[in-house]
């Protein structure tokens, strides 16, 4: 079997996942399988999913029989893993070349169960941020309740800590959920802090999207155990950071390292 499973859901995702297949293809780090799971997308998506699998070996494709969702898209995606390591790349982000091969190194020397890498940022046509999103060498489950710090896509955790794990399927962040219950029982997550993730932001971060996202922030802390009062708490202060987060993506705040604008 393959050092690591890389996992990929996919929905309605034609514009964009060749360019996420693509870098994982591209990785200097050769031995892995990418999973690719493809939830019933309305547009072409199944056929790219189709002819990549065709291109590369490494290519293991699944589809569900109906649309069920990113948290069961994922789910099945871990459950058809067989590596050690498995890492999630969404359909509409990107990694550099030299991700795995960075990463795992680090796992390495840090003895990390799960890591995460810094976040560099670029628009829906693929204009870059000047920010980046860094990552804590050592992030606590105190440090991560704050906020969700931990881009999925830059994600790698031994296989069966997921497999108990699983995502939580509903109107919550699921990965969010799945980070805070893995690191309390890990103690914490270990960050490398090199932007080898891209992330691809949405146009759909607008306000209606935010008040959504916190119903769902709160949803999390609800999920993972905390009572009303106290995930109300947890929401706002989320918020906090969720703006200082956007403000400096635009340039209008300090970076997470103190300076002042954008990195």
Known sequence: MPTISVVMPAYNAQDTISAAVRSVLAQTFTDFELILVEDCSEDGTYALC????????????????????????????VEAAGSQWIAF??????WRREKLERQLR???????????????????EGKAYRYILHAVKKLTYNGLLKGNRMSCSS????????????????????DYAAWLRIVRGTGAAYGLDEPLLIYRVSGASRSGKRVRSGLMVYRTYRAVGYPFAASACMTA??????????????GKGKDENGSSGAV
């Open 50 to 77: 189709q002819a990549f699998a065709e291109e590369d070996k490494r290519i293991r494709l699944y589809r569900n029989s109906e649309n069920k969702g990113v948290a069961y898209s994922r789910n099945r995606g």
């Open 89 to 94: 790349l969404d359909s509409d982000d990107m």
């Open 106 to 124: 680090f796992i390495e020397e840090s003895g990390a169960d799960i890591s995460y890498t810094a976040s560099a940022f670029v628009d829906e």
């Open 155 to 174: 994600v790698i955790v031994r296989r069966e800590l997921m497999q108990r794990t699983i995502f939580l399927d509903g109107q919550l962040h699921e």
């Open 237 to 250: 202060r989320y918020a906090m950071y969720s703006v200082g987060k956007r403000m400096r993506m635009h």
